[in-house]
């Protein structure tokens, strides 16, 4: 009687298991994001909306998330790649397929946007963007021109690459970020090579023309260098575009004495698409796409422009964007900067390989 009682328990139990995992599923969501990349509406609007709780993580490499995700069992239901490190991703089997009936407002997005990373995703089958930008020069301008004089070009690589400007600047600090990937290509472009080689010796090239700029350098850093520029800090940043006009505008609400800006080089410089997708072993997979479907309503995306200033890939949110910020070229760029602009695309294993070792040296001096 007492084993026919304990399996009758048992059953129960089990008959209970899906409910409750269905419950779980539509009552949880775990998200992985960059920091500083999300509307303070966003998440309450959402959890409102769907009636989900949400877990909110940051990072602020590629290389943070992709060793995260290859390692498995990460325990996120949505994470946000860079456009050239989800093509790997998509690779190595790691996320699933959207079920795109389940995204009605994926009608909203950029048609030409989204055939810019279908190399990255093919049929644009895995991810939805969640905002792009630039890579370019975070200035004081205050600062910069006092040390350097009125009639410096501010649009030009050359005053990061080149010593006889960047060593001029080492005492009001200088930063650039912790990402290899961005840091190459740039370097590779300012040589008049291809940003996306695949040629080793373009790399040692790159790489020894970083060693004559590193002794100033005061800072490799993707997040709290925003922070940095905003407080005078540092007065020169590789950076990314929205962060940028992040640290322009938190000095501004400050009444900071000196004027910040963000500057795209005329010669041109790398464009980049963070995406959303969901890990093939995401908890809550019906959660992230009711996730990725209320991020793609308009009004939704458009406050996470407003709040970040990162432009949106979703056409129709355009129009809900605050004008100063639609209308602004350092976020939205023009179609005679958009031409010069190229896009970072996945690199061979080997050439990945390089890249990180020579990294580690640059930042160590090893």
Known sequence: MKKKLVH???????????????????KMLNVYNWSDYIAKSTIPGFEKQA???????????????????LTGRAGYDIVVPTSNFMAKQIEAG?????????IPNLANLDKALMAKIVDADPGNAHGVPWAYG??????????????????????????????????????????????????????????????N?????????????????????????????????ANGDICLALGWSGDVNIAKHRAAE?????????????????IWFDVMVIPKDAPHPEAALKWINYIESPEVNAAITDEVFYPTANAAARKFVKPEIASDPTIYPPESVMKTLFL???????????????????????
């Open 8 to 26: 009758k328990v048992l059953y129960s139990l089990l008959m209970l298991l899906p409910a409750s995992g269905a419950l779980a599923d539509d």
């Open 197 to 229: 080689s695949k040629n080793p010796a373009d790399y040692q090239a790159a790489f020894e023309a970083l060693k004559k700029i590193r002794p100033y350098i005061t800072q490799f850093n993707s997040s709290g260098y925003i922070n940095d520029l």
């Open 94 to 102: 790691i996320y699933q397929k959207l079920d795109k009936s389940k």
């Open 51 to 69: 009636g989900i709780k949400v877990r909110y993580d940051v990072y602020d490499s590629d290389d943070t998330l992709q060793a995260k995700m």
């Open 344 to 366: 970072l695309k996945p690199l061979p294993p080997d050439i990945m390989r390089l890249q990180n070792r020579l990294w580690t040296q640059l930042k160590t001096g090893r």
């Open 254 to 270: 400050a009444k900071r004495a000196y004027q910040l800006g963000y500057v795209i080089p005329k010669s041109g410089a790398p």
């Open 134 to 195: 630039t890579d370019g020069l975070g200035y004081n301008f205050t600062k910069v021109k006092a040390i350097l004089g009125n009639n410096v070009p501010l649009d030009s690589w050359d005053i990061l690459f080149d010593p006889k400007y960047v060593s001029k600047l080492k005492d009001c600090g200088v930063s650039v970020l912790d990402q290899a990937n961005d840091v190459f290509a740039v370097t590779l472009h300012h040589l008049g090579k291809d940003p």
